[in-house]
């Protein structure tokens, strides 16, 4: 009997398709329906009745009346654009400083690794949920976590600013590092995957080509910039995606949707709200990985 032989794109192809298998069958099974109501729940106004819903039929007034009648979303929608990018370079220079670090050989490196991946448990939802149920306390008491309160805002901003100022930085320089500084937490707590995502990326990079640049008399700054941020570059393209759709995740947008379908009832509107939302992420996503796919080194 003749076997056809398979070649090896095809066996690449194979193995990334069954990569995304479960993927394929969660979303189809599990999401493209609810995807297909919420985009049919947008063009109509839903009207809860015994024994289900019905709906009417209203074209775009949902999306006219979230852009040009709601008085917040627009707000809340451009307030949130606006944090995340404020927020992701932040986040991102800080997990590949750490990621950096964490790839040095030293005493202790796998436990410095855990202690950098802790707060990313500690924020979790099982945890989170723990904590508002009375099942655990991370506090421990009232008094603790008043002390912790007055050692977070002991922070000296005012002697920051005026060494920097003194090193001659503008204003707007000065304004992120100390927002960056005074959100040191928040910014370790959004950084564990990104920080082991590029650890992954820096483990992959060749050793023999840092052996050839010491040997040509590289300084470690230009090996940095000449080795290993090129051989990077794919992954900060994925952790700038991940960062941005892990940022509208838990935004106030999400909370404004969430109340106006279950507190409101306005199930329609926060359908078109969700929409307009999903094209406004979608359409910063496709921008950004076209602009910086272009700056993308691909080793081969």
Request: charged residues 10%; aromatic residues 14%; proline residues 3%.
């Amino acid at each position: 009997m003749f076997k056809r032989k398979i070649t090896l794109t095809q066996k690449r192809s194979l193995v990334g398709f069954s990569f995304i298998l479960p993927w394929l069958f969660g979303f189809v099974f599990l999401f493209a329906v609810p995807l297909i109501q919420s985009i049919n729940f947008s063009f109509n106004e839903l009207k809860v009745v015994q024994g289900g819903y019905e709906l009417n039929f209203i074209g775009l007034q949902n999306f006219k009346e979230a852009l040009f009648v709601n008085a917040n979303f627009n707000r809340i929608l451009t307030e949130s654009v606006g944090t995340m990018a404020w927020t992701v370079p932040m986040i991102l220079f800080f997990s590949l400083f750490s990621a950096v670090l964490l790839n040095q050989k030293f005493r202790g490196r796998v436990i410095a690794r855990a202690i950098f991946f802790l707060p990313v448990l500690l924020a979790s939802g099982a945890i989170s949920a723990a904590e508002t149920a009375g099942l655990i306390s991370l506090t421990g008491s009232s008094e603790i976590a008043q002390e912790l309160g007055k050692m977070q805002s002991g922070f000296n901003t005012l002697s920051l600013i005026t060494m920097l100022e003194n090193a001659g930085l503008p204003i707007w320089i000065i304004d992120y590092i100390v927002d960056a500084v005074t959100r040191i937490y928040e910014i370790i707590r959004s950084s564990g995957v990104q920080i082991l995502i590029f650890l992954a990326a820096l483990q992959s990079v060749p050793s023999t080509m840092y052996e050839v640049a010491r040997m040509e008399g590289a300084t470690a700054y230009e090996s940095f910039w000449k080795i290993t941020f090129p051989m990077v570059s794919p992954l900060i393209l994925t952790n700038i995606i991940y960062t941005i759709i892990d940022s509208f995740s838990n935004s106030t947008v999400t909370q404004t949707i969430y109340e106006t379908a279950f507190r409101t009832q306005d199930f329609g509107l926060s359908a078109a709200m969700s929409w307009l939302y999903t094209l406004v992420v979608s359409l910063i996503l496709v921008v950004i990985g076209i602009t910086v796919s272009r700056k993308v080194f691909y080793h081969s």
